[in-house]
């Protein structure tokens, strides 16, 4: 059994308050995995970023103050372009997903997990390595043309730290 992970792909992490070009260029890439994911019987799930109006004082604020992905916001919500449907969704007031890791060691049968979205060296590298941690027999594997960062340089940084655990990356 397979699992796709489609992680932040928010208004904020898009084209909003943190946007950049290389988010925006990902957004029909990603589109196109999900379809091809459920039409080939794969489980799709989706995190998303969860901030509340208090986040410029907490320690990500503090660290990164420009408030983004509040819930509630339209900048919160995942990007329109992607169909959500039933699909189970993973709020976190940080950048990796515990619940998520959890799930996914509940699924029966689980075999690989394949992560896509925003941002590859924040909250994509999380989810990776806190999923390798938790499931070390499975096979994690990243979409690089389907994953973007703040700078390109920054993407592949976090692509060659991923390899470096064991976590495959793909589509480079």
Request: charge should be negative; aromatic fraction near 4%.
């Amino acid at each position: 059994m397979k699992l796709l992970v489609v992680v932040d792909m928010q208004k904020d992490f898009i084209d909003g308050a943190l946007g950049t070009k290389e988010a925006v260029a990902i957004v029909p890439k990603v589109v196109q995995k999900i379809e091809r994911a459920r039409a080939d019987g794969v489980m799709v799930v989706f995190t998303r970023d969860t901030h509340q109006k208090n986040y410029l004082e907490t320690q990500e604020g503090k660290n990164l103050p420009v408030v983004h992905c509040v819930e509630g916001t339209g900048g919160w919500q995942i990007s329109r372009e992607l169909e959500v449907g039933n699909s189970r969704i993973f709020d976190k007031p940080s950048f990796g997903s515990m619940e998520l890791a959890d799930f996914a060691a509940s699924l029966d049968g689980l075999d690989e997990i394949e992560l896509v979205g925003l941002c590859t060296g924040i909250c994509v590298i999380s989810n990776a390595f806190i999923l390798k941690a938790k499931l070390p027999e499975v096979k994690i594997s990243v979409d690089a043309k389907c994953c973007a960062c703040v700078t390109p340089e920054s993407h592949k940084t976090a692509l060659d730290a991923m390899k470096l655990c064991q976590i495959n990356v793909t589509g480079q």
